[in-house]
């Protein structure tokens, strides 16, 4: 995935695409908001680490067997600006993330898309605006991460070339073999796109900025039991039915290293997220 303005992006792919696939390319872009270290007067719009705060009635997440998770972020979802973005983001109220991280067991037990028993070491909760809250002390044996402000800024981001999004758009009628072969997946504007771009970054919406393959094949993959190739229109039409949530990158200022400099993933059908059934989200991570 690359970020940046819309016209900052049209200027990269006129450089290095024909004029009609430059056009083909921009079309492709979705609007995500990026999400950075609040500084001076930045207006805040959620953190990394510290406490959450949940409503009484509400534990805190645990994966049986294994123990509480660790609190990553908190987003006020009224801080954003959900008009600009294409998915159905809660106009008020706060998304809190949580994941298994092994501070518990030194990392032994992994939280991974492929592994069914392991959803339960990534949660989303959303506790809906005007619900009474208290700050939440951390279990015991989980210290919390530095409070780390977040301030948002909306941009326009692109799918890696090799997403199926991208090879459907520009390479649908191909032998199976020949699916990346195509304008976009040319060595000239992949070396483009890294030097335009090369952050994973802190982001709500928008094309995840995947640290290896596409998250979405990814979750698709494990939706289908890992029962079938790239190739496969299966796994494209599964991996279309996922959109990013959020996704988290390895943070110096929070402590926060996820794997070899990773990112963590959280991914939801959109009629999931329409109907607030957060429960349903996915989760993978990836790092270098």
């Known amino acids: 995935m690359t970020h940046g303005s819309r016209d900052a992006l049209r200027s990269l792919a006129l450089q290095h695409l024909s004029p009609g696939d430059a056009e083909k390319w921009i079309g492709l872009l979705r609007p995500g908001v990026r999400l950075e270290v609040a500084t001076g007067s930045d207006d805040v719009v959620g953190r990394l680490g510290g406490l959450p705060a949940l409503p009484a009635a509400l534990e805190w997440p645990v994966w049986e067997g294994h123990g509480p998770l660790s609190f990553v972020a908190s987003i006020d979802c009224a801080g ?10 809660p106009e008020a109220g706060t998304l809190l993330f949580f994941y298994f991280d092994g501070q518990l067991d030194d990392g032994e037990a992994l939280v991974l898309a492929e592994d069914r028993e392991s959803w339960a070491g ?25 409070v780390v402000p977040l301030t ?34 040319s ?33 698709a993959e494990a939706v289908l039991d890992g029962d ?47 109907e607030r059934r957060f429960e349903r989200a996915m989760f993978t991570w990836q790092c270098s």
């Open 152 to 185: 948002a800024r909306l941009e326009m981001t692109a799918a890696e070339p090799w997403h199926p999004r991208i090879r459907d758009a520009f390479a649908a009628g191909a032998p199976l073999g020949n699916r990346y072969d195509h304008p976009v997946c």
């Open 122 to 146: 990534a949660r989303v909760l959303y506790v809906a605006a005007g619900e009474e809250v208290v700050e939440r002390g951390t279990p015991a044996g989980v210290e919390s991460y530095p």
């Open 228 to 274: 079938v190739s790239w190739d496969d229109p299966r796994l494209s039409e599964e991996a279309g039915g996922w959109v990013l949530l959020a996704q988290f990158d390895s943070e110096d200022a929070a402590d926060m290293m996820w794997g070899d400099a990773g990112a963590l993933y959280w991914l939801i059908r959109p009629e999931d997220l329409a």
């Open 80 to 89: 954003l600006p959900t008009a600009a973005v294409d998915i159905d983001l």
């Open 187 to 219: 060595q000239e504007f992949l070396d483009a796109l890294w030097e335009f771009d090369d952050e994973v970054g802190h982001q709500i919406g928008g094309h995840a900025h995947s640290v290896q393959n596409p998250v979405e094949i990814e979750v």
